[in-house]
């Protein structure tokens, strides 16, 4: 249980719709040891606001607009080292649970059970413990179990950061100039991740690679 006298702890709060990030603040604002000090409606705007205030604990959407909150987690916990990261999802999904803990998150928080588990998801982490829901925690039996069975290592990251960029927007339709302009790389370049990821996940077309995001996570439908 938290000091009566210890400061409040500062959350960071990001998620692209304006009524979940109310609800999420109304949990949160009602607890005397947390407080919510920034809101973001994506993750670049998270990054942002991470340099300009003093934040202990940053809240984040997985699916977001323009940066994903798998990759602003890997962002934040780069610039700032000591914050802790909560990646707050509607998506009970094994894969993005996986990239979330591989992201530096601490917890991994359903949207369906916020009122439930965010609260004490938050002190947690800043008691540097994880928070996994249930199903999160058959997941992580379910993949040591299968690594075991196989007698193989599962690598760490199936796309680097840079080819999941470039996933995303493929998926949200833009097109290879207008990618390499986005990321400053050149249209060669984006032609190069595009066939790595093809070649990587196993796919065939744009349609497809679609799919995955949204499978995974990246997008929403």
Known sequence: MTRP?????????????????????????????????????????????????????????????????????????????????????????EQYFFQALKAGASGYVLKSVADRDLVAACRAAMRDEPFLYPGAVTALIRHYLDRVRHGEEVPDQVLTPREEEVLKLVAEGHSSKEIAEMLFISIKTVHRHRANLLSKLGLRDRLELTRYAIRVGLIEA
Not at 42 to 50: H, R, V
């Open 5 to 93: 006298d210890a400061p409040a702890i500062r959350v960071l709060l990001a998620d692209d719709h304006a009524l979940v990030r109310r609800g999420v603040r109304l949990i949160l604002d009602r607890e005397p040891d947390l407080e919510v000090v920034a809101e973001a409606g994506d993750g670049a705007e998270a990054i942002e606001l991470a340099r300009t205030h003093e934040v202990d604990l940053a809240v984040l959407d997985i699916a977001m607009p323009r940066m994903t909150g798998l990759q602003a987690a890997r962002e934040l916990v780069a610039l700032k080292p000591g914050v802790r990261v909560l990646m707050l999802t509607m998506h009970d999904n």
